[in-house]
């Protein structure tokens, strides 16, 4: 059984940085497909960054382009959602979460981690 738990969340400025961890256990990353994802209050959850197994491929959601850089490091068996130029529609709670198959659900969660972006 996979488990994943994140951590790096808290309070920042607008325009300031967050990294956040997840680290996996029961089964290397490597063989997982990895995202982050996040809900703001009163919206849905939203796929903001993903990861290939091998970590080749990255996609991001359009509202973090060029700010967010997923990551994974095998060695440490952890996946990062770095995040840049924070703004205040960045918050919410973020969740990593991973799946065995590109096609798949994602169907390992992680509990949530706080972001929270001050004007």
């Known amino acids: 059984q996979v488990q994943l738990v994140e951590s790096g969340g808290g309070l920042v400025q607008a325009g300031g940085s967050l990294r956040l961890s997840c680290a996996a256990s029961g089964r290397a990353i490597s063989f997982l497909y990895m995202g982050w994802f996040r809900q703001a209050p009163g919206k849905e959850r939203e796929l903001v960054a993903a990861?290939?197994?091998?970590?080749?491929?990255?996609d991001y959601a359009d509202s973090v382009k060029g700010r967010f850089t997923i990551s994974k490091d095998r060695a440490k068996n952890t996946a990062y959602l770095q995040m840049s130029s924070l703004k205040f529609e960045d918050t919410a709670v973020y969740y990593c979460?991973?799946?065995?198959?590109?096609?798949?659900?994602?169907?390992?969660w992680g509990q949530g981690t706080q972001v929270t972006v001050s004007s």
């Open positions: 990861i290939s197994r091998g970590g080749l491929t990255t």
């Open positions: 979460a991973a799946k065995d198959g590109n096609y798949d659900d994602y169907n390992y």
